[in-house]
């Protein structure tokens, strides 16, 4: 029979303060729960990516938000829908380092915190307007896209300022 949690966590406790020398693990659960706003802003943007670059294999899921004979980027539409999805990705991706790589350090999350917050919030802005004022080329569901967009920003703004102060007030620099 395994001996259960309670008494791991007892015996280990008893070593360390028996013997300095042995050192906790951290707690995985308390790192992972850090990190949701960067792990949303890489899922989202990294879906928002495929979602546009879909286009080329068949349009459908564009066209759940796009109207699809008014939706168009003009001349070269298809060239700044890839060049916007390709930037969809690489936030998708830095967004995933920060998340999940432990030599991304703290200040670096949250510089890419505060920069998922303008880039997110743009893109917020910018499809609430055309929501508001361009209606017509877009289908209701482009409200979710401009919302998420949105929520997206403020989630990595709170969460990235909630901890810059936490960091502060204990005397380190981080995020």
């Keep these: 029979m395994l001996p259960d949690t309670n008494t791991i966590l007892l015996v280990i406790t008893l070593l360390k303060s028996n013997n300095k020398s042995v050192k906790m693990p951290p707690s995985s659960s308390k790192e992972e729960k850090k990190f949701y706003a960067l792990r949303w802003a890489s899922f989202y943007a990294l879906a928002l990516s495929l979602m546009i670059i879909s286009y080329h294999v068949n349009p459908a899921i564009l066209y759940l938000f796009v109207v699809d ?30 998340a999940y790589d432990s030599d991304f350090g703290p200040s670096a999350r949250r510089w890419v915190g505060h920069c998922n917050a303008f880039l997110f919030g743009i893109w917020g802005l910018q499809n609430t307007y055309n929501c508001l004022f361009q ?20 989630w990595n703004y709170v969460s990235m300022e909630s901890k810059s102060v936490s960091s502060s007030a204990e005397g380190k620099k981080g995020y």
């Design 135 to 154: 209606g017509y080329n877009f289908t209701p569901l482009m409200w979710l896209q401009a919302i998420g967009c949105l929520g997206t920003a403020l």
């Design 69 to 98: 004979d008014r939706y168009t980027l003009g001349h070269h539409g298809s060239y700044w829908q890839d060049w916007h999805a390709i930037g969809c990705a690489f936030a998708g991706l830095v967004n995933y380092g920060a």
